[in-house]
């Protein structure tokens, strides 16, 4: 099927975080077309009225960077998570710009911002996080093995894309982080020997949603996945791989 995109026009972009390690939280679209199978923020489903597939639909919120310019006059000073129910460097990032936009605008405020994506694309604006005073940036990656890569998040970047986007921030100088979460199938040595030069901090999260990916567990004879014991074990695997490191389990 063929991507949704349609333009909209935001109220607010500025919104408080229900998330413990942010003030705020900033969604530059809604939607996402990485399409990740166990996405929670398919919820967000419920609220736009969308009756398209997770991740065969984007809005554009056009308007972004001049709503949020307006909040900011207004706004405590506080930590911004970039973003929580989407990726703020999905492919429309590449002709819209919205989230380099919000960037600019918050540059002057000196927030502290905290940046999360799967996509190389966030390397395009180096030039704008290294004049933030108390910037990070993670990059999720759940996997080490492609073909899980394909079947969990078919239209999400390549896991060696992601690991250079992390190696080319850290060069840099800027503080960067690995979102293991939710943690799949993987060699868990061979993830944290690519992953560990290239980070400051990891967080690791257990696979939390299985319900929506159980039958393919099942399909890929992976049960075992599915067993709280195993995967306990896993994440105690990638938590040795990174024992020099700051290490949270999610």
Same mark, same amino acid.
């Given at each position: 099927?063929?991507?949704? *995109? ?5 109220k607010a972009i500025l919104s408080r975080?229900?998330?413990? +390690?942010?003030?705020?939280? *900033? ?10 199978? &166990? ?7 419920k609220y736009t009225g969308h009756t ?20 900011? @006059? ?23 710009? *919205? ?30 996080? @290294? ?7 993670? +990059?999720? *990656? ?32 800027? @503080?960067? &982080? ?15 020997? @690519? ?13 939390? &949603? ?24 896993? +994440? ?6 990174f024992n020099k490191k700051d290490v949270?389990?999610?």
């Amino acid at each position: 099927m063929q991507l949704i *995109i349609k333009e909209v026009v935001a109220k607010a972009i500025l919104s408080r975080s229900g998330i413990p +390690v942010a003030d705020y939280c *900033i969604n530059p679209y809604t939607g996402c077309s990485h399409a990740c199978r &166990y996405c929670y923020a398919s919820f967000m489903k419920k609220y736009t009225g969308h009756t398209e597939p997770w991740g065969d639909f984007v809005d554009i919120k056009i308007n972004a960077p001049e709503v949020l310019q307006k909040q900011l @006059k207004k706004a405590s000073k506080g930590r911004v998570i970039i973003s929580s129910v989407t990726d703020a460097y999905q492919p429309a990032e590449a002709k819209y710009k *919205i989230t380099r936009q919000c960037l600019e605008r918050l540059l002057p405020y000196q927030f502290p911002v905290d940046i999360l994506t799967k996509s190389p694309l966030v390397l395009r604006d180096i030039d704008l996080i @290294k004049k933030f005073d108390n910037i990070e940036v993670g +990059v999720t *990656i759940t996997t080490n093995d492609e073909r899980i890569r394909k079947i969990f998040e078919p239209k999400a970047p390549a896991i060696e894309a992601r690991i250079h986007a992390l190696k080319t921030l850290h060069e840099n100088r800027i @503080k960067t &982080y690995v979102f293991i979460g939710p943690a799949l199938p993987m060699d868990p040595e061979a993830l944290g020997k @690519k992953l560990f030069p290239h980070v400051d901090h990891v967080y690791i999260d257990r696979m939390n &949603y299985p319900s929506r990916t159980l039958n393919i567990y099942y399909q890929m004879k992976l049960q075992q996945w599915l067993d709280r014991d195993f995967t306990e074990r896993i +994440v105690d695997r990638l938590k040795d791989c990174f024992n020099k490191k700051d290490v949270s389990i999610c």
